[in-house]
């Protein structure tokens, strides 16, 4: 899969008229008038991909909290649309507030709100069941502890699997593409980051798809090749097995190992980034008897089933 944006944005600068009688200038006044207000600087989070970036943000309590905001309406029509699926749809797609503090050795991000997740492929959700039966009127929050170029996030983080983002806003393509549905989107847990020079080193341990049971480890490795170019390896998987089944917790998806390789060329407001995505599970890792007397080569044919539907299934039973 390949995205790629282009936005122009230009620039307009203006000279204030100097006086041209002779008479002495006001140096000071002249420099004051000519400087340029400095803009705010666009807050780490929420993540946003190509071109886009977060709202201007509000300083609070002296400056010291930084308050975003986010207000989008979605609407579509099809005529190719999911079996038992409506053609049109329309709906609130984000109303959410993010609180975050960015400077100190402590540090938080907060999020919450109404939201919804469309995605290629699966039946339309209702904003209110997506909160409902997903991640809640608070799908991220975290709190941070910063040391130099290493820091430790613990909370609702954002999940390191995969190139795109969970909400629709932080992504050029709304709906995302058909690998963004196999991805665990937000984990409960902690993950350490570390950056050195050209490299960025991140390991998590976690509750997966959102199972809370903490049995998940996913890591990354990315190498800044230079400017505009950059390769990452991520990998992580179930070191255990649950037989949890829901809409945020899939259970061949939860009971997975997932690897990618993700190419990024950036220039201006140019992004280039194809990526390859692995997903396997195990007919084992499937197979509980408490839930079901299918055996397992029943279980292998389940596992392939539902990895390549995603969260479909579970989507059709909530409409």
């Keep these: 899969m390949i995205l790629a944006a282009l936005v122009a944005l230009p620039s307009f600068g203006q000279n204030a008229p100097s006086d041209s009688q002779g008479?002495?200038?006001?140096?000071?006044?002249?420099?004051?008038?000519a400087t340029k207000p400095v803009e705010p600087t666009p807050l780490p989070m929420p993540s946003m991909s190509g071109p886009l970036q977060?709202?201007?943000?509000?300083?609070?309590?002296?400056?010291?909290?930084?308050?975003?905001?986010?207000?989008?309406?979605?609407?579509?029509?099809?005529?190719?649309?999911?079996?038992?699926?409506?053609?049109?749809?329309?709906?609130?797609?984000?109303?959410?507030?993010?609180?975050?503090?960015?400077?100190?050795?402590?540090?938080?991000?907060?999020?919450?709100?109404?939201?919804?997740?469309?995605?290629?492929?699966?039946?339309?959700?209702s904003t209110a069941d997506t909160i409902k039966n997903i991640y809640g009127p608070f799908p991220q929050g975290y709190a941070k502890f910063v040391k130099g170029n290493f820091n430790v996030e613990?909370?609702?983080?954002?999940?390191?699997?995969?190139?795109?983002?969970?909400?629709?806003?932080?992504?050029?393509?709304?709906?995302?593409?058909?690998?963004?549905?196999?991805?665990?989107?937000?984990?409960?847990?902690?993950?350490?980051?570390?950056t050195y020079k050209k490299w960025t080193l991140a390991l998590s341990w976690n509750d997966g798809?959102?199972?809370?049971?903490?049995?998940?480890?996913?890591g990354s490795v990315a190498y800044a090749?230079?400017?505009?170019?950059?390769?990452?390896?991520?990998?992580?998987?179930?070191a255990g097995s649950y037989a949890?089944?829901?809409?945020?917790?899939?259970?061949?998806?939860?009971?997975?190992?997932?690897?990618?390789?993700i190419y990024t060329y950036t220039r201006g407001h140019w992004v280039v980034q194809p990526y390859l995505q692995i997903t396997t599970s195990s007919a084992d890792s499937l197979w509980r008897p408490e839930l079901s007397t299918s055996p397992p080569r029943e279980a292998s044919a389940m596992a392939r089933s539902t990895c390549s539907t995603g969260r479909a299934a579970a989507r059709s039973r909530l409409r």
């Design 23 to 33: 008479a002495p200038s006001s140096a000071p006044a002249d420099s004051a008038a």
């Design 225 to 238: 090749i230079n400017s505009a170019n950059s390769v990452a390896f991520v990998g992580g998987g179930n």
């Design 54 to 125: 977060t709202a201007v943000p509000h300083a609070v309590e002296n400056g010291k909290l930084a308050v975003t905001g986010i207000l989008t309406g979605i609407g579509w029509t099809e005529g190719n649309h999911v079996n038992g699926d409506n053609a049109t749809h329309y709906d609130i797609s984000n109303a959410q507030l993010f609180v975050q503090k960015t400077s100190g050795w402590w540090q938080f991000y907060l999020q919450g709100g109404a939201y919804n997740l469309p995605a290629i492929g699966v039946p339309f959700l």
């Design 209 to 218: 798809f959102y199972s809370n049971r903490y049995t998940w480890l996913t």
């Design 244 to 261: 949890k089944s829901t809409l945020a917790t899939p259970l061949a998806l939860n009971n997975s190992d997932i690897y990618n390789l």
């Design 154 to 194: 613990i909370g609702a983080l954002p999940t390191l699997v995969g190139a795109e983002y969970t909400f629709s806003f932080q992504n050029m393509n709304v709906e995302r593409g058909l690998l963004w549905g196999q991805e665990n989107a937000v984990n409960r847990g902690i993950q350490l980051n570390e």
